[in-house]
């Protein structure tokens, strides 16, 4: 077998996993190395059942756009009120930056958000 080959199928083998790489070039574009985070949705108390719940986002993206996106695939009224929590503790502010929840609260490589339509937790 050719290291062509071998590359070729290494290759195959890391995208079947989904892993993912990131660039280090610290002079290239920032628009093109955004970093994403995977954030895990699970239901609690009254709330629908996503048939999706892990799901990859941007880092740089707030609190309040989840709720927003999770309300949207819901299917939820615009004046229904979501709540999330990090890990069945306490409820982010919207104005929260995913990134540094990820930071201080993930495991395993995602960060584990409960949703509900009313106060659960916190």
């Given at each position: 077998?050719?290291?062509?080959?071998?590359?070729?199928?290494?290759?195959?083998?890391?995208q079947?996993?989904?892993?993912?790489?990131?660039?280090?070039?610290?002079?290239?574009?920032?628009?093109h190395?955004?970093?994403?985070?995977?954030?895990?949705l699970?239901p609690t108390g009254?709330?629908?059942?996503?048939?999706?719940?892990?799901?990859?986002?941007?880092?740089d993206?707030?609190?309040?756009w989840?709720?927003?996106?999770?309300k949207?695939?819901?299917?939820?009224?615009?004046?229904?009120?979501?709540?999330l929590?990090?890990?069945?503790?306490?409820?982010?502010?919207?104005?929260?930056?995913?990134?540094?929840?990820?930071?201080?609260?993930?495991?395993?490589?995602?960060?584990?958000?409960?949703?509900?339509?009313?106060?659960?937790?916190?």
């Amino acid at each position: 077998m050719s290291e062509d080959t071998e590359v070729q199928e290494a290759t195959n083998s890391l995208q079947s996993l989904n892993i993912r790489t990131e660039s280090v070039d610290s002079g290239s574009d920032p628009e093109h190395t955004k970093q994403k985070v995977d954030i895990l949705l699970k239901p609690t108390g009254n709330a629908p059942i996503m048939k999706k719940k892990k799901w990859t986002v941007d880092s740089d993206k707030k609190i309040g756009w989840i709720i927003e996106f999770v309300k949207k695939y819901l299917k939820l009224e615009s004046n229904e009120k979501l709540f999330l929590y990090v890990n069945q503790t306490f409820a982010p502010s919207p104005d929260q930056i995913v990134k540094n929840l990820y930071d201080c609260y993930s495991t395993e490589g995602k960060l584990v958000l409960h949703y509900c339509k009313t106060q659960a937790w916190g």
